[in-house]
């Protein structure tokens, strides 16, 4: 089992900034493909980053292309987002996701298997 806890939410004006990080237990991450989801109110849940833990590859949604950027920390088990150019359409609950089964496809989330509980970023016009 991994337990996942986000954290780094906030509100923040458009232009802005903000860093979310998804802390991992339960074991180690090796193999494991790790993900940033977000569902704004009345919206399907939407993919927005991803990386590979072994290897460190990266993917981004073309919504998010060049302003957010997904990272890890080996030594601290964390996932981070770093989010820049905020915009009030980027509004929405940020969740990070887990999966311990290898895929070519990344942006599905009924593939992961393991969920944080969500942390709200809202940007002001």
């Known amino acids: 089992q991994v337990q996942l806890v986000e954290s780094g939410g906030g509100l923040v004006q458009a232009g802005g900034s903000l860093r979310l990080s998804c802390a991992a237990s339960g074991r180690t991450l090796n193999g494991y493909t790790m993900a940033w989801f977000r569902q704004a109110p009345g919206k399907e849940r939407e993919f927005v980053a991803a990386?590979?833990?072994?290897?460190?590859?990266?993917y981004s949604s073309n919504s998010v292309e060049g302003r957010f950027t997904i990272s890890r920390d080996n030594v601290k088990n964390t996932v981070y987002l770093q989010m820049n150019s905020l915009k009030p359409e980027d509004t929405a609950v940020y969740s990070c996701?887990?999966?311990?089964?290898?895929?070519?496809?990344?942006?599905?989330?009924?593939?992961?298997?393991?969920w944080g509980q969500g942390t709200q970023v809202t940007v002001s016009s």
């Open positions: 996701a887990a999966r311990s089964v290898w895929s070519a496809t990344i942006s599905p989330p009924g593939q992961y298997n393991y």
């Open positions: 990386i590979r833990w072994s290897g460190g590859t990266t």
